[in-house]
């Protein structure tokens, strides 16, 4: 004969297994959206080493900038376009000297300094722009363009500064594109 008990309990047990596996089916759908907008929130990491690059010179020359204004509350940096990051021979623009703090001597890379760093940085050109953000802020974008698989990108970062000298608020952005 049958028993009551047995049976109840088997259905019961079956019951609960499966409740627990929609509840899983419901916890898992409703913890999508939370997986979603952290993988959007996530950095980019450079795809490639020409982005890596550009990536480190335009952090280096933001850094800088902010240094040289923390040196001296009245340094403003000045508006350069498309200036090169290395002594190019048919280049009519010189570098910046925001990049001679590179080489170990304090020179400008050429050629005959470092022909690797030279042949690596050759592709970059750098510009700054900025601008007045508010009463007490200026910004600063420094950015940096080269080329790749025939494809112009930049990146840049931006920095908030003070202008009353009393430090500098940082808003440091990236943008791949």
């Known amino acids: 004969m049958n028993n009551p008990k047995k049976s109840n309990k088997k259905y ?23 997986v979603y907008m952290l ?18 010179l335009a952090h280096h020359a933001t850094e800088t900038l902010t240094a040289k204004r923390a040196l001296s509350p009245d340094y403003l940096p000045e508006i350069v376009s498309n200036s090169p990051v290395v002594v190019h021979k048919n280049s009519a623009t010189p570098p910046h000297t925001l990049f ?21 940085f050759k592709p970059f050109t750098f510009s700054i722009d900025n601008y007045i953000a508010d009463n007490n802020f200026y910004k600063v974008i420094c950015q940096v363009n080269y080329t790749s698989n025939n494809m112009k990108s930049r990146i840049y970062f931006d920095k908030l500064i003070s202008l009353n000298g009393s430090g500098s608020q940082a808003n440091g952005n990236d943008s791949y594109e």
């Open 12 to 34: 019961s047990d079956s019951a609960t297994l499966i409740e627990l596996l929609v509840c899983l089916a419901i916890l898992s759908t409703a913890l999508y959206p939370v």
């Open 39 to 56: 993988q959007l929130s996530r950095p980019k990491h450079p795809s490639s080493q020409n982005e890596y690059l550009a990536t480190l």
């Open 100 to 120: 001679d703090s590179l080489m170990p001597d304090g020179s400008q890379m050429n050629e005959t300094n470092d022909s690797e760093v030279f042949w690596a």
